[in-house]
């Protein structure tokens, strides 16, 4: 009987960071590369980009706000698969600077879609990972500027070695319900929707590597990472990196050859394993 052929899953995929991260795994991966999108049409269209330059991603949709498609996703793999050796979290949202949105909506749609949402894509593809599976949860360097900014208390229940992940989605639901009223500052809070999204995928990371270390299939490593300050629409193209350059973190993080003991459960960013808060 032959081994079931290995799979790749990058979230978000059709544009910036994630299309650079597939066309990453195409090239290195010995497997197939799954490109998906919330937008069939753009999705297919930058799967064709990529055969264009003669390489042979895959597509599926997935739009990681809805159950629905997450869970449409999850069959086709295990029907077609059987499991899923690298996933790529890296869908997200940011407000541009000069947006008209009240905070208020900022926090909820912004910690939605970075971190409710990648929530459940987790829960629904984390019993398919295979022994030896590699995760990347795409973070940011926003994260560790915006903890520091939080009251001591609120540090301090982040960064509980024991927080699960029902208490850090409880954690978060309070930043957004202190947003819908103004209070988030006066109650110890960042007034940055989009960092404490990002804190709390760095310490969902952390939980993650806990559980995962627990799990009965060898050698599963995850790790969140920064991409750093990378020219794409959700920067405005007004970074420093190449989404080329951007890629090349996750890249590192999704192929860590077997028996990789480090980084396992850490914040990466250029490669470099970094102190947190």
Known sequence: MTSPKAVAVVTGSNKGIGLQIVKGLCQRFNGDVY????????????????KAEGLDPKFHQLDITDITSINRLRDHLQEHYGGLD???????????KDTDSPFSEQARITCGVNFFSQVDVCDALFPLLRPHARVVNMSSMAAQWSIVKCSSDIQARFKDATITTLQLKALVQEFIDAAQTGDHVSQGWADMAYGVSKIAMTILTFIQH??????????????????????TDLTSNQGKKTPEQGADTPLYL??????????NGEFVS????????
């Open 254 to 263: 999704s192929l860590l050859p077997p028996a990789t003991t480090t980084p």
């Open 35 to 50: 490109l998906t999108a919330r937008n069939a049409e753009l999705g297919k269209r930058a799967v064709q980009s990529l």
């Open 210 to 231: 806990r559980v995962l270390s627990q799990d009965s299939r060898p050698g599963i490593v995850i790790n969140s990472c920064c991409p750093g300050y990378v020219q």
């Open 86 to 96: 690298i996933l790529v979290n890296n869908a997200g949202i940011a407000f541009k």
């Open 270 to 277: 250029d490669r470099e394993i970094q102190k947190w808060g």
